[in-house]
């Protein structure tokens, strides 16, 4: 696979046995069609953001080599996370509570995608230490797009309370 490039996706679960979901995914991943599954991070327990009123969860990040355009990308995404029993209510109201997957296309190569359903680099990467250390354990040289180099991003959020597993 010559062509296509680079995609980081962060993974999170919090729902039913999450790290077994994780590695579910790593395995779905890495059959993506034209997709290769270059590195997989370990995972790591964080406490629930946004709604934090929910069971923590389990985050990862897995880099992609793809040529997959980013809307099929999103496409093949979406369709791991409802095959991992992931049920999305059209108003959005569930955005940040539990689930039993989650898969978000953080970056796709130097890319800026501004699309309705698809806004890459994820627009709260920089903000979001559960997803920053697993970029970075995968990929050290992350560059956010419009924001700078992910390890400064990380170095000004608070991430003790996150743990890696075992």
């Not at 993974?11 to 077994?20: E, V």
């Not at 369709?79 to 049920?87: D, F, L, S, T």
């Amino acid at each position: 696979m010559s062509r296509g490039d680079t995609a980081c996706v962060g993974l999170g679960s919090n729902l039913g046995d999450s790290a077994a979901a994780i590695r579910a995914a790593f395995v779905a991943l890495a059959q993506l069609p034209r997709t290769r599954l270059l590195r997989a991070s370990s995972l790591y327990r964080t406490p629930a953001w946004g709604v934090t009123a929910q069971p923590d969860f389990v985050n990862a990040a897995a880099l992609l080599h793809t040529e997959l355009e980013p809307l099929a990308l999103l496409q093949a995404l979406l369709a791991i996370e409802r095959a991992a029993g992931r049920e999305r209510r059209q108003d959005g109201r569930d955005r940040w509570g539990p689930r039993t997957l989650d898969l978000d296309l953080l970056l796709y190569g130097r890319r800026r995608i501004d699309l309705p359903g698809l806004h890459v680099p994820h627009p709260h990467l920089h903000e979001r230490a559960f997803a920053l250390l697993p970029l970075l354990e995968i990929d050290p040289e992350a560059d956010i797009p419009g924001i700078g180099p992910a390890r400064r991003a990380l170095a000004a959020l608070d991430s003790g309370d996150i743990q890696t597993l075992a």
